[in-house]
């Protein structure tokens, strides 16, 4: 209620911009149409929701409708201040262009270079592990050792697999 004398307004233009937060994380995780139903359901009306689904772009789509329904509170006269409005319209702006960087992020391959270095990093801490453990864990060090090696193995297979 910042910006807008009218609670409804004030209410709609506050549920889209926490949808669009939902909607950026669902989007760079790649969740199925299902978890956003399930997260804007009683958020957002029906025949919104159902254009949002229809949307190629989920989050610009809710960029677009807060950028929408905050000129119409400002031609309606719901609005306090133009500074404010145009405050809160540069918020939204930066908010497309934070999800364009998380779209970058998330598209650019990991270099080979730097999976190389990480691998040899790793085997190195790991060669180095029974010297830090062995004072310890003295007769267990290869025991412990041997499942923390292995369980980093796995964990950086996962990492190979998803990058």
């Not at 609005?79 to 404010?84: A, D, E, M």
């Not at 010297?131 to 060090?141: F, G, I, K, N, Q």
Request: charged share 20%; with cysteine.
């Amino acid at each position: 209620q910042l910006c807008c004398n009218d609670k409804a307004s004030a209410m709609e233009l506050s549920l889209l911009g926490y949808a669009f937060v939902r909607s950026a994380e669902f989007h760079v995780r790649l969740e199925p149409p299902e978890r956003y139903v399930e997260a804007f359901v009683y958020l957002l009306p029906k025949p919104i929701l159902e254009d949002l689904l229809a949307a190629p772009h989920r989050p610009y789509f809710l960029t677009q409708r807060l950028t929408s329904r905050l000129a119409d509170a400002y031609d309606a006269g719901h609005t306090k201040n133009v500074r404010l409005v145009v405050a809160v319209q540069n918020h939204v702006n930066k908010l497309a262009q934070i999800m364009e960087d998380m779209e970058t992020l998330r598209s650019t391959p990991e270099p080979w270079g730097y999976q190389k270095h990480n691998a040899l990093l790793m085997q190195l801490w790991l060669a180095i592990l029974p010297v830090a453990l062995t004072p310890t864990l003295l007769w267990a060090t290869p025991l412990l050792g041997a499942s923390i090696g292995y369980a980093v193995y796995k964990l950086e297979d996962v990492a190979v697999e998803i990058c």
